[in-house]
């Protein structure tokens, strides 16, 4: 069983910069992603990396703007975004995936366990 617990999610302006961590319990070594949810809207990808941190992918949408690493000496994942957007308002998960995401790290289905999320409000 795995336990994932976000944080560092606030309220802030745009052009401003956050920091999400999504910290684990049980083993540690999944591939990981990032997804986010708006009010009236499905639950997106943002970005995912590898068990090692070696692979990485992001969403066109942030691509360039956020960037996704992991610790896994500290069990945890980290979501740095940077140039935020008002379209950046969402909760934001957390998610590992036991078998890994192989090619098609947006598949919401590919990931086992969940965190309960945390908001990130942008302002205009």
């Given amino acids: 069983q795995v336990q ?3 944080s560092g999610g606030g309220l ?3 052009g401003a910069s956050l ?5 684990a319990s049980g083993r540690t070594s999944y591939a990981m992603g990032w997804f986010r949810q708006a009010p ?9 990396i590898s068990g090692s941190g070696g692979v990485k992918y992001s969403a066109g ?9 992991r610790d896994n000496d500290k069990n ?3 979501l740095q975004m940077n ?8 909760v934001y998960y957390c998610a590992a995936a036991i078998l890994g995401f192989g090619p098609r790290p947006e598949i919401i289905g590919a990931y086992d366990y969940w965190g309960q999320g ?3 409000t942008v302002s205009s």
């Avoid at 009236?40 to 995912?48: L, Q, T």
């Avoid at 949408?61 to 690493?69: A, C, D, E, K, L």
């Avoid at 140039?83 to 969402?90: G, I, M, V």
């Fill in 61 to 69: 949408s942030v691509s360039g703007r956020f960037t996704i690493s």
């Fill in 12 to 14: 802030v302006q745009a």
């Fill in 118 to 120: 945390t908001q990130v």
């Fill in 76 to 78: 945890t994942v980290y």
């Fill in 83 to 90: 140039s935020l957007k008002p379209e950046d308002t969402a």
């Fill in 40 to 48: 009236g809207k499905e639950r997106e990808f943002v970005a995912a």
């Fill in 4 to 6: 994932l617990v976000e």
């Fill in 19 to 23: 920091g999400l961590s999504c910290a």
